[in-house]
């Protein structure tokens, strides 16, 4: 018989490195969760993604158990490491960052294809590319589309 869920836990945590602070430790806490068996699992399964941003997504049961899926880097790191920005525009319809191709935005597109709610990489890559532009990040060259 399945497990009951008590509730669903959100966070992003850089890869390999969760520790039992701020936000990981009072979100878990709350739900009674073991903050270090989580961390040690957490680090564990993400040593090859060092440094990234990962967004978690953490199931817990009624007898305080878990397990965790982690999703690909958010299209918004993901753009500010292929323009090579530090962050955003404020002003982004005035204000431009950077630039980034239409090669690197199917890159992308292609990465977070199982967390997009699209079926074709064409409307992924308009995601993503109306991202960019949110950002204040103009895309270069033609539509391949």
Not at 4 to 31: F, M
Not at 53 to 71: A, E, G, N, Q, R
Not at 131 to 144: F, I, L, Q
């Amino acid at each position: 018989m399945a497990k009951e869920i008590s509730g669903l836990v959100k966070l992003q945590v850089k890869g390999g490195a969760a520790n039992p602070s701020p936000p990981i430790g009072p979100a878990l806490g709350a739900k009674g969760v073991n903050i270090m068996e989580f961390c040690k699992q957490f680090n564990a399964r993400t040593q090859d993604k060092a440094g990234k941003v990962l967004p978690v997504v953490i199931t817990v049961y009624s007898d305080k158990s878990f397990d965790f899926i982690i999703k690909t880097p958010p299209a918004a790191v993901q753009i500010m490491d292929a323009a090579k920005i530090k962050g955003g525009s404020g002003v982004p319809h005035s204000n431009k960052v950077g630039s980034i191709s239409w090669a690197q935005i199917k890159a992308i597109a292609e990465d977070k294809m199982p967390d997009l709610n699209c079926f074709t990489i064409e409307s992924a890559m308009s995601m993503v590319a109306g991202t960019a532009r949110s950002m204040g990040v103009t895309v270069t060259g033609d539509k391949p589309f």
